[in-house]
C-alpha cells in the first residue's frame, strides 16, 4: 500500500513539473537526459506520449512554465516523470526558479548528480499530496500526507495557507489534479 501510494504522489508531482514547462518548448514533451554509462537516453512511459485532445497533467504544467525550470529538471534527473501523470488525483507543491536559488549555494547541483537520484526524489516526493484541493480548502488541514510517506505541516497565517512554511502564489488545474506554485522549496525532516 505504501509503494502505491509513494508513486501515486510520485506521478502527481512529476505532471506538475513537465506542465509548468516554457510554453515556447510546448511541442517537445521528451526529455533529454545525460546518460550515464548505464543508462540508456531514451526515456519510455506514459509521460513522453504526446496527446493532443486530453486537459494537461501536472507534469505538463510544469513543463510548460518558464518559472519551473529547475523543478522540471530535478524531476527528469530524479526520473519521476512517470509518477506525474498517472489518473490522480494528485496536488503538486511546485516551488519556482527563485525558490530554488534561495537555497544554499551549491545544494540544485549537488543533489542533481546522479549518485544523489534516490536524496533528490525523496525531496520531490515531499511536494506531492493525493488529492485535488483548492488554496482555500487546504486551510482545513493541520499536516498533509506526502508521497515519499512524510507528513508536511499546514499553517493559517493572515488568512492564507502555508504549507510547510511555503505560501502559495497560485494554483493550476490540471487533469489529473491540482498544482500549486509556491515560494519556498519544501524540504522533508531529517531523522
Known amino acids: 500500500m505504501k509503494t502505491i501510494k509513494q508513486l501515486f ?5 512529476v505532471a506538475l513539473i513537465c506542465s509548468c514547462k516554457n510554453e515556447t518548448k510546448k511541442d517537445s514533451t ?9 543508462e540508456s537516453t531514451e ?15 501536472v507534469l505538463s504544467i510544469a513543463i510548460g512554465s518558464k518559472d519551473h525550470t529547475t523543478l522540471v529538471a530535478a524531476v527528469q534527473a530524479a526520473q519521476l516523470e512517470n509518477a506525474l501523470v498517472n489518473a490522480g488525483p494528485l496536488m503538486v ?22 549518485e544523489n537520484k534516490d536524496a533528490l526524489a525523496n ?14 480548502f487546504l486551510k482545513k488541514f493541520k499536516k ?16 492564507e495557507p ?12 490540471a487533469g489529473n489534479g491540482i498544482v500549486h506554485v509556491i515560494d519556498k522549496v519544501l524540504l522533508p525532516p531529517t531523522e
Do not use: C, M, W
Open 93 to 114: 507543491f511546485a516551488p519556482t526558479n527563485a525558490a530554488f536559488d534561495a537555497l544554499p549555494k551549491g545544494t540544485v547541483e549537488n543533489l542533481l548528480k546522479a
Open 43 to 57: 526515456r519510455t512511459g506514459q509521460a513522453f506520449i504526446k496527446d493532443d485532445e486530453s486537459k494537461p497533467t
Open 30 to 38: 521528451t526529455s533529454t537526459v545525460t546518460a550515464t554509462e548505464n
Open 144 to 159: 498533509l500526507g506526502q508521497a515519499n510517506n512524510g507528513y508536511v505541516k499546514v499553517e493559517v497565517v493572515d488568512g
Open 9 to 13: 504522489f510520485l506521478f502527481a508531482f
Open 123 to 136: 525531496i520531490l516526493k515531499y511536494h506531492v499530496t493525493p488529492g485535488n484541493y483548492s488554496k482555500d
Open 162 to 173: 502555508l504549507i510547510g512554511g511555503a505560501k502559495i502564489l497560485g494554483s493550476v488545474k
